[in-house]
């Protein structure tokens, strides 16, 4: 007997339009292509009702404790202040994917990119270096950007994204876009340093989504 999917309930606090949806569907339809997007799955309409009338901050961010100890992180002298961190968060409900890029000393957005369908982790963390080092290539910017995937890192060094998933329909943009990228690392050179985060000796990577 095939277990019957459980309902979530998605909250937009900023997006084409806010609300609560009860599909990921249409909550999509609200936030995806949008940049600084504010969004967040709960598992009762309870929930969700009561986090729609709180700040964003209060769920989608880490909390004041947190954000101490991230800021005493990013002060570590070991780190290159004047950089990029990039980081990738994968719905392991929904298979959904989306990616980032922060200021590495004050972990403010740079870019935000997805939802989308049926991705996964280490292909979002690939995206987003690219994505960074096409930002910085356009810029004249030499800036280094952090990762915390070696394997990300390793495919952006062999201009190659060696995933075993396989593309469907529903991931079709999301392939779309890995072809892009593998392109535009054999069409382009640059000499951004690509430098593994340290997350055990440094905490999580500054473009963290705050969500495990």
């Known amino acids: 007997m095939t277990k019957k999917a459980k309902t979530k309930y998605y909250v937009v606090w900023k997006g084409l339009k806010t609300g609560i949806f009860d599909s990921w569907e249409e909550c999509r339809k609200q936030v995806h292509g949008m940049d600084g997007a504010l969004y967040k799955s709960f598992e009762s309409p309870e929930e969700a009702h009561k986090a729609f009338?709180?700040?964003?901050?209060?769920?989608?961010?880490k909390k004041s404790n947190e954000q101490a100890t991230q800021k005493k992180r990013i002060s570590n002298k070991d780190i290159i202040?004047?950089?990029?961190?990039?980081?990738a968060a994968w719905n392991t409900a929904t298979g959904d994917m989306e990616y980032r890029g922060v200021y590495t000393w004050n972990a403010e957005e740079i870019f935000h990119r997805g939802p989308y369908r049926d991705g996964t982790n280490n292909i979002?963390?690939?995206?987003?270096?690219v994505h960074a080092l096409s930002l910085l290539e356009k810029n004249g910017k030499k800036t280094p950007v952090y990762s915390d995937s070696k394997t990300a890192i390793v495919w952006v060094r062999n201009k190659r994204a060696n995933t075993k998933l396989q593309p469907t329909p529903r991931?079709?943009?999301?392939?779309?876009?890995?072809a892009r990228a593998e392109?535009?690392?054999?069409e382009?050179?640059?000499?951004?340093p690509i430098l593994k985060?340290?997350?055990?000796?440094?905490?999580e990577?500054?473009?963290?989504?705050?969500r495990k």
């Open 171 to 178: 991931n079709a943009e999301l392939f779309d876009l890995l």
């Open 81 to 87: 202040q004047d950089s990029i961190c990039v980081d």
């Open 197 to 203: 985060w340290e997350t055990q000796s440094w905490g």
């Open 205 to 210: 990577i500054p473009a963290d989504f705050g």
């Open 183 to 186: 392109k535009w690392l054999k």
């Open 53 to 61: 009338l709180d700040p964003p901050q209060k769920h989608i961010y």
């Open 188 to 192: 382009h050179t640059f000499s951004n």
């Open 124 to 129: 979002g963390e690939f995206l987003a270096l």
